[in-house]
């Protein structure tokens, strides 16, 4: 929220300078995110007196003005309002000044042969409102040649984030409190300006929905006299970036801003019977300030006269029953909202404003009379009438919350030692009362901290006001000895993952866990999508099942910008919703390979793209650093519909437990997230790889070289052609554990001299010997064990 030092001074005694004040405030939790001083825009601007008025001798419609700048000779100005004339005061803006509404810089120029020393400024132009129709008029006793900023009263204005928990900051009064406990100096007492009540209210006023509306007051004012509202009203609205609209709107809006009260003032020549805060009708609409038209449901709390809804309530006022420049009557309502009730209607109705910031954060059920008080003593002294008698519907929350509180916790929590006069004096001037007369403390806090739950809270009170600068650092307790691992297993394998994948030449992207609904659904699985109730948009709606449409999002945005090759890979979770309605989300690695795996060359010739092998390649190398058995996978298809078939498959352990799913991109998925290059992709389920039996080893082995040299020997097989060749060299590898080591295909075949139906399978195997070399008997044995545990699968040795 913003609002001007002199706005903060109603409210605070203080001395302080801007920066003492933006630092107090950034200290004791109220962000400063920025001051901004309007006397820098109006640098360059001065009062100034209109001497003489002439007509232009070129053009009908400007003057020749001389004008005293109250510093040397007159300076001679071309103006073209039309109530520009002899004798009036200004504001001169001279040759140097920067107009604040377009930011030209004012030179002494020759306006239609006439030379002309400056500008007169209109309100528009020096951004002090919308009027533009002549130059601004300042009175007869104003100083000639004071600076306007200086004459205007302008004042720093402070732009202060107040966190969700804070809502009694939500008003200047509230931050000025905070301040004077923190000794930037005395919190004023709240002025009531007098005013004498006079009948009962002539209009009916209740609450037909407690639950919505626990409270709900008002009264009526006669014979007001709406109209413009006075400078220091307007200042100040201004300097919270409001814009002034009648004396009777602008009142509503500066208890809001001040005192964090939303309150609203109705026209009473437009309602009709009883106004009464009930339940919206299904189907109900409403014409709101902003002038669109809202339909409502019955889970929304309205404002509503025998004619119909005129407010939604703590949220936004009707179009058809605000105040006008015509009002002589009003109806003054101020009422206590539920906040979740609140929230609920805006997220529905997409619906923000100032009073639901402050409404759904809650906001103190203790003002209802007093705000109602201040808005009818303002409104009389300023726009006069006669006040009726108020009248309270309903009973707003005045259960205080009571905390037991032992001084010594902010020693222990806090990490700061504060005297226990000096907390119970931070407590009550907090707004807390302090029964310091036995230990725990009877600490009750007021009805606006609705942030107060505990004796933490309390201790975070304290040290916040104290200082939490004057917290001194201290170094956590360390054990005696090596210390243990603090990452999970999971985390350990991530980073083994994270460290192989960057290792291999893949570059790791960092992704939303929000898709579009349709590029979720591509990825869907079969499974539910989890899609949100209230996204950040609508290309956000549905958490992601996949790791591999942001990746492929990801691509396109880099082929569309030129890039020839990517590799790409992100560790992160993917999310489901349960059929019971709970959700699901699961570790998982992507990969995407796009574009050129090997770029054209005059050595290589035309440009190599990825492919399935690569994919695979990549599948395997990651799945054996996450620690899944890689000599024991299957190959096997069903990678699903978003791969191309035949350049895709699976790699399981047993036919059901899938670890990943790797190939080439079907057509069809690349024309859906409209990439136009070849693209393969992996995805790895971390949660799928079964884990480690027994307690893992922190160190690793000793690394014991062979004492003989290893023997190889090549074998060539016939088998079907259907049949995978890593299913044949697996079991070739198993044959012998004893003495095989490895198994490499280096030569698949099928054509002229093979058989149709069948393929030619060539497997290099490694022979290692332990004690003593291989004689020739040996080595006829391990081959024999070769041969018949090839023929297990149909395969026969060829000759």
């Not at 409210?11 to 820098?40: F, K, Q, Y």
């Not at 009557?329 to 529905?348: C, M, N, W």
């Not at 409104?379 to 006669?386: R, S, V, W, Y």
């Not at 907090?430 to 309390?458: I, K, Q």
Request: a negative charge; glycine letters at 10%.
């Amino acid at each position: 929220m913003k609002f001007s030092l002199t706005w903060l001074k109603d409210h605070l005694e203080t001395e302080a300078s801007v920066a003492e004040l933006a630092a107090a405030m950034n200290r004791i939790g109220l962000e400063v995110e920025g001051i901004e001083d309007p006397a820098e825009k109006l640098a360059g601007f001065t009062v100034a007196k209109v001497l003489t008025a002439a007509k232009h001798p070129d053009a009908d419609k400007l003057q020749v003005l001389t004008v005293d700048t109250g510093a040397g000779d007159p300076l001679q100005v071309v103006c073209g309002a039309p109530n520009a004339r002899a004798g009036m005061k200004g504001v001169l803006g001279q040759p140097g000044a920067v107009v604040p509404s377009n930011g030209m810089e004012l030179r002494k120029s020759a306006i239609r042969g006439v030379e002309s020393s400056g500008m007169m400024c209109s309100v528009r132009e020096l951004e002090l409102g919308d009027e533009h129709d002549g130059i601004i008029e300042l009175p007869d006793d104003a100083p000639v040649g004071e600076s306007f900023a200086i004459y205007h009263g302008t004042s720093p204005v402070f732009d202060v984030a107040i966190t969700p928990n804070r809502p009694d900051c939500m008003g200047v009064h509230g931050i000025a409190r905070d301040l004077a406990a923190a000794g930037m100096g005395t919190l004023k007492p709240i002025a009531m300006p007098p005013f004498e009540e006079a009948g009962a209210c002539p209009v009916e006023i209740r609450t037909d929905d407690p639950e919505g509306c626990p409270a709900f007051y008002g009264r009526v004012i006669t014979g007001v006299r709406n109209g413009p509202s006075p400078d220091w009203l307007q200042q100040r609205l201004q300097s919270a970036g409001q814009r002034p609209i009648s004396l009777l709107v602008d009142l509503t809006n500066y208890l809001m801003l001040a005192y964090g009260r939303p309150a609203h003032a109705y026209d009473l020549a437009t309602l009709n019977g009883a106004v009464t805060a009930r339940r919206a009708k299904d189907g109900e609409q409403v014409l709101a300030l902003n002038e669109k038209t809202y339909t409502l449901n019955s889970e929304m709390t309205v404002i509503a006269d025998d004619s119909g809804v005129h407010d939604i309530a703590g949220i936004m006022g009707g179009e058809n029953s605000g105040c006008s420049d015509s009002t002589t009557d009003v109806l003054l309502e101020i009422a206590y909202f539920d906040p979740h009730r609140i929230g609920q209607t805006g997220r529905k109705l997409s619906l923000s404003s100032d009073a639901r910031t402050r409404f759904e954060r809650g906001v103190d059920p203790a003002f209802l009379d007093d705000g109602l008080d201040l808005l009818t003593g303002l409104i009389a002294e300023l726009a006069g009438g006669a006040a009726t008698q108020k009248v309270r519907a309903g009973t707003p929350p005045a259960e205080a919350r009571k905390v037991s509180f032992d001084p010594a916790l902010t020693q222990k929590l806090g990490g700061v030692d504060v005297a226990s006069d000096e907390q119970q004096r931070i407590l009550e001037s907090l707004g807390f009362t302090v029964d310091a007369s036995a230990v725990p403390w009877a600490v009750t806090a007021p009805l606006r901290r609705h942030d107060v739950e505990g004796p933490a809270d309390l201790v975070e009170e304290v040290v916040r006001i104290y200082g939490i600068d004057d917290v001194a650092s201290v170094a956590l307790p360390r054990a005696e000895g090596v210390a243990e691992p603090t990452a999970s297993s999971e985390q350990q394998q991530e980073r083994r993952v994270r460290r192989a994948a960057a290792g291999r030449g893949l570059n790791e992207a960092v992704t939303w866990s929000f898709l579009p609904v349709p590029e979720a659904e591509h990825f869907a699985y079969g499974h539910k999508l989890w899609v949100l109730d209230n996204p950040i948009s609508e290309d956000m709606k549905a958490m992601r099942p996949s790791m591999i449409p942001g990746l492929l999002m990801a691509a396109k945005r880099n082929v569309d910008r030129g890039a020839g090759a990517l590799r790409l890979f992100e560790i992160g979770r993917r999310y489901f919703r349960n059929d019971d309605g709970s959700s699901n989300e699961k570790p998982t690695v992507g990969v995407v390979l796009a574009g050129e795996k090997t770029p054209r060359g005059w050595a290589s010739g035309k440009a190599v793209h990825f492919d399935a092998f690569d994919a695979k390649a990549e599948a395997m190398a990651l799945l054996a650093e996450a620690g899944a058995p890689a000599e024991k996978l299957q190959v096997m298809g069903e990678a699903g519909g978003q791969f191309h078939p035949g350049q895709s498959g699976t790699l399981r352990l047993g036919p059901k437990n899938v670890l990943a799913r790797f190939g080439a991109l079907h057509p069809k998925t690349l024309e859906a997230f409209d990439i136009e290059v070849p693209v393969v992709a992996v995805e790895i389920f971390l949660d799928a790889i079964p884990g480690k039996k027994g307690a893992a080893s922190f160190a690793r082995s000793n690394y014991s070289p062979p004492a003989l040299q290893s023997v190889m020997r090549d074998f060539a097989f016939l088998v079907p052609a259907e049949l995978p060749a890593g299913d044949l060299q697996r079991m070739v590898k198993g044959a012998d554990k004893a003495n095989i080591v490895d198994a490499r295909i280096f030569d698949v075949f099928a054509g002229q001299g093979v058989p149709e139906g069948k393929k030619s399978v060539a497997i290099e195997v490694t022979l290692q010997p332990a004690e003593k070399s291989y004689q020739e008997e040996d080595l006829k044995a391990i081959s024999d064990k070769v041969v018949a545990a090839a023929a297990k699968l149909g395969a026969e040795l060829r000759g």
